[in-house]
């Protein structure tokens, strides 16, 4: 039995939560699929520790779905970024599924709440295969399982305000579209080397060089994604979409779905099309990189005048998605290091910071700032969570955020760019003015008269302190992440050499 | 509806041959054109051509919100279980070698039982789209935007 589950550890990250989400959809009551999620949940995060323990050598397992051989079958490649990246969105599923009781059964009606847990199992699977597979189509297909019960999972919202159903329909049309994209970029490159196994992509597309048809595939995959993952102007989905979702679906999506898309980027990018490829290297350096910039800027800038802390939170993702591109766009082992840093940091921060913007909600029914006026003396604990969560954000020394702009700066300096590492500075800023809107309105301002606000109950403040304090423990103790980060950026530079076996 | 006689037995005549193509497109679609998609859609047009004729109500009283939404969860069930079953015996997932002696003979058999568990989820979700449009909430109203 052990031999079986160790051989099959691939498939079975997978096909776990794949096989709760029927159940959990006829389980019929919230607690029962509660807790069967929850058991799944676990047991997804101990399969994702095994998978990275062992990469964490760098080895790379391969596993063959129905036993077909590679480059013919769907082959499940684990090396050591995407096990680094499987254990950040199975770890974050862990943290928030407990806060999700108390605050799912504040948000959703009863009945709706096993479709509910069956659409946030559907949603970890499609994220979870869509890291863990080694086939170009494969991805696709993962993707859209992701991104179809993500626009579900935001349209429950609509209880609360039906703003939801808006929010949710203009992600499901914008989604579709980058789905479409990525589609036809991979379409563009099967039609130039004839298959779908990353692996094997990435050997035929150095024996075939460059042509007009590889460049329109690359482009086509890097717009796809780039609406995925809210990449500067194709990020008009994501505010509306993380403002009306229930508050632990924006918690999971803020913290896993973006770092997803991440990832895929990075696996085209330097796995397929290879670190030496020109056209990439000057599309990064041309449009990505001044993109990115923008987006720290301008989406920082726009965080600054927002009154609803979730919509706040939202826009600084957009600028945190410019730092994880700025750092892949710089094209050196430090950035990438930085960007895979970042991916981590930012999921442990917004997390922690999203979940605190739901026990305001919970404790006080609304996240508008105004209305959070003293909330500090009613609620220490949670606004405390807030305040750590928010100078890792920010970028302070013994937070992960530090750590990640460290590295951001680090790669700027080593390319001599110091306008670009004097910008990275210049745009945290921007995140002290936003924080501190927040921290002035809840300590220094006084509560409005005859307003009742009681602490969060203890099962949603423990998760949320949970992540803040991992933002400080990682911060403190950076040599954990960035040792597992800069193999995995040295993995992805001598992916571009190696071949496929 | 007493009046649309010719819909009425028209469908009738209609409804049997098409669950019976259904099942063929099913269980042909190792040969030829076919398979569980397909035949999931054709098996819920019957059932949605009936509703139409004779009603909504007349549809869900044979088929529950609640049968169908267990009727496409059990069809995922059979696929994944399929999966699970062939790693328990020893194979990959979905090695469909580990459920029959020769080859040949194991992906076919593992090919027509997932192939029924396709089926069963697209008719279901297919007829329960259409149930949930025909017979939805009231439009909502301009104050509640």
Same mark, same amino acid.
């Given at each position: 039995?052990?031999?079986?589950?160790?051989?099959n550890?691939?498939?079975?990250?997978?096909?776990?939560?794949?096989?709760?989400?029927?159940?959990?959809?006829?389980?019929?009551?919230?607690?029962?699929?509660?807790?069967l999620?929850?058991?799944?949940?676990?047991?997804?995060?101990?399969?994702?520790?095994?998978?990275?323990?062992?990469?964490?050598? $760098?080895?790379?397992i391969?596993?063959?779905?129905?036993?077909?051989?590679?480059p013919?079958g769907?082959?499940?490649?684990?090396?050591?970024?995407?096990?680094?990246?499987?254990?950040?969105?199975?770890?974050?599923?862990?943290?928030?599924?407990?806060?999700a009781?108390?605050?799912?059964?504040?948000?959703?009606?009863?009945?709706?709440?096993?479709?509910?847990y069956?659409?946030?199992?559907?949603?970890?699977?499609?994220?979870?295969?869509?890291?863990?597979t080694?086939?170009?189509?494969?991805?696709?297909v993962?993707?859209?399982?992701?991104?179809?019960?993500?626009?579900?999972?935001?349209? /429950?919202?609509?209880?609360?305000?039906?703003?939801?159903?808006?929010?949710?329909?203009?992600?499901?049309?914008?989604?579709?579209? +980058?789905?479409?994209?990525?589609?036809i970029?991979i $379409?563009?490159?099967?039609? #130039?080397?004839g298959?779908?196994?990353?692996?094997?992509?990435a050997?035929?597309?150095?024996? !075939?060089?460059?042509?007009?048809?590889?460049?329109?595939?690359? *482009?086509?995959?890097?717009?796809?994604?780039?609406?995925?993952?809210?990449?500067?102007?194709?990020?008009?989905?994501?505010?509306?979409?993380?403002?009306?979702?229930?508050?632990?679906?924006?918690?999971?999506?803020?913290? /896993?779905?973006?770092?997803?898309?991440?990832? *895929?980027?990075?696996?085209?990018?330097?796995?397929?099309?290879?670190?030496?490829?020109?056209f990439?290297?000057?599309?990064?350096? !041309?449009?990505?990189?001044?993109?990115?910039?923008?987006?720290?800027?301008?989406?920082s800038?726009?965080?600054?005048?927002?009154?609803?802390?979730?919509?706040?939170?939202?826009?600084?993702?957009?600028?945190q998605?410019?730092?994880?591109?700025?750092?892949?766009?710089?094209?050196?082992?430090?950035?990438?290091?930085?960007s895979?840093i !970042?991916?981590?940091? !930012?999921?442990?921060?917004?997390?922690?910071?999203?979940?605190?913007? +739901?026990?305001?909600i919970?404790?006080?029914?609304?996240?508008?700032?105004? +209305?959070?006026?003293?909330?500090?003396?009613?609620?220490?604990?949670?606004?405390a969570?807030?305040?750590?969560?928010?100078?890792?954000?920010?970028?302070?020394?013994?937070?992960?955020?530090?750590?990640?702009?460290?590295?951001?700066?680090l790669?700027a300096?080593?390319?001599?760019?110091?306008?670009?590492?004097?910008?990275?500075?210049a745009?945290?800023?921007?995140?002290?003015v936003?924080?501190?809107r927040?921290?002035e309105?809840?300590?220094?301002?006084?509560?409005?008269? $005859?307003v009742?606000?009681?602490?969060?109950?203890?099962?949603?403040?423990?998760?949320t302190?949970?992540?803040?304090?991992?933002? #400080?423990?990682?911060?403190?103790?950076?040599?954990?992440?960035t040792?597992?980060?800069?193999?995995?950026?040295?993995?992805?530079?001598?992916?571009?050499?190696?071949?496929?076996? | 509806m007493?009046?649309?006689?010719?819909?009425?037995?028209?469908s009738?005549?209609?409804?049997?041959?098409?669950?019976?193509?259904?099942?063929?497109?099913?269980?042909?679609?190792?040969?030829?054109?076919?398979?569980?998609?397909?035949?999931?859609?054709?098996?819920?047009?019957?059932?949605? @051509?009936?509703?139409l004729?004779?009603?909504?109500?007349?549809m869900?009283?044979? @088929?529950p919100?609640? @049968?169908? @939404?267990?009727l496409?969860?059990t069809?995922?069930?059979?696929?994944?279980?399929?999966?699970v079953?062939?790693m328990?015996?020893?194979?990959?997932?979905?090695?469909?070698?580990?459920?029959?002696?020769?080859?040949?003979?194991?992906?076919?058999?593992?090919?027509?039982?997932v192939?029924?568990?396709?089926?069963?989820?697209?008719?279901?979700?297919?007829?329960?789209?259409?149930?949930?449009?025909?017979s939805?909430?009231?439009?909502?109203?301009?104050?509640?935007?």
């Open positions: 039995m052990l031999a079986m589950i160790e051989a550890l691939p498939a079975l990250q997978v096909v776990l939560p794949m096989l709760a989400a029927p159940i959990c959809a006829v389980l019929g009551r919230g607690t029962r699929s509660w807790t999620t929850m058991a799944v949940v676990v047991l997804t995060f101990a399969v994702s520790v095994s998978l990275f323990i062992a990469t964490l050598d $760098g080895a790379t391969s596993y063959r779905m129905g036993n077909w051989a590679p013919f769907i082959e499940y490649r684990v090396d050591i970024l995407n096990a680094f990246v499987l254990m950040v969105v199975s770890g974050i599923a862990l943290f928030i599924l407990p806060y009781r108390a605050s799912i059964a504040f948000e959703i009606s009863e009945e709706r709440q096993p479709l509910f069956s659409a946030f199992l559907l949603c970890l699977t499609g994220l979870l295969g869509v890291t863990i080694g086939d170009a189509f494969n991805i696709f993962f993707l859209e399982i992701s991104s179809l019960s993500t626009y579900a999972l935001i349209a /429950t919202g609509a209880e609360r305000n039906k703003r939801a159903l808006t929010a949710a329909y203009n992600y499901l049309i914008m989604g579709t579209v +980058g789905a479409t994209f990525f589609v970029g $379409g563009m490159l099967y039609m #130039v080397t298959t779908l196994n990353l692996a094997d992509l050997q035929r597309i150095v024996e !075939h060089g460059d042509s007009s048809t590889l460049r329109m595939g690359f *482009v086509f995959i890097l717009i796809g994604v780039g609406l995925k993952l809210a990449m500067f102007p194709l990020h008009l989905w994501l505010p509306n979409a993380y403002s009306f979702a229930p508050s632990a679906v924006t918690a999971f999506i803020a913290a /896993t779905a973006t770092k997803v898309a991440i990832y *895929v980027l990075l696996r085209f990018m330097f796995t397929v099309f290879g670190f030496d490829y020109d990439q290297a000057a599309t990064l350096r !041309h449009v990505v990189l001044p993109l990115a910039i923008v987006a720290m800027f301008a989406a800038i726009v965080a600054v005048f927002q009154d609803d802390l979730k919509r706040m939170l939202a826009y600084s993702s957009i600028a998605v410019g730092y994880m591109l700025l750092g892949l766009a710089l094209l050196s082992h430090t950035g990438l290091m930085a895979v !970042h991916l981590f940091n !930012h999921a442990v921060t917004k997390g922690a910071l999203f979940m605190v913007a +739901g026990c305001y919970f404790a006080a029914g609304t996240s508008s700032i105004s +209305g959070l006026r003293g909330i500090g003396r009613d609620m220490p604990w949670t606004t969570a807030f305040v750590t969560a928010g100078l890792s954000l920010i970028g302070l020394p013994l937070t992960v955020g530090f750590v990640s702009k460290w590295y951001l700066v790669a300096l080593e390319l001599n760019w110091w306008p670009v590492a004097l910008l990275i500075m745009s945290s800023l921007l995140a002290i936003y924080i501190w927040v921290v309105t809840a300590y220094l301002q006084p509560s409005p008269e $005859g009742v606000r009681k602490e969060a109950p203890l099962w949603m403040l423990l998760p302190w949970g992540l803040a304090a991992l933002s #400080v423990f990682f911060g403190t103790y950076a040599a954990l992440t040792a597992a980060a800069s193999r995995a950026a040295t993995a992805l530079i001598s992916a571009s050499n190696m071949l496929w076996q | 007493e009046h649309h006689s010719i819909l009425r037995v028209v009738k005549l209609l409804i049997p041959p098409i669950l019976l193509y259904a099942l063929y497109v099913q269980f042909h679609g190792e040969y030829g054109p076919g398979g569980g998609f397909q035949a999931g859609v054709i098996f819920a047009v019957a059932f949605i @051509l009936y509703a004729v004779f009603g909504i109500e007349a869900t009283e044979i @088929l919100p609640r @049968l169908l @939404l267990i496409s969860a069809g995922v069930l059979i696929f994944a279980g399929t999966g079953v062939t328990l015996l020893g194979d990959a997932y979905l090695g469909y070698n580990a459920l029959a002696a020769d080859p040949p003979h194991a992906q076919e058999w593992g090919i027509v039982i192939e029924i568990g396709v089926g069963m989820t697209v008719a279901a979700v297919m007829m329960a789209i259409f149930v949930a449009f025909a939805h909430n009231p439009p909502i109203k301009d104050e509640d935007w």
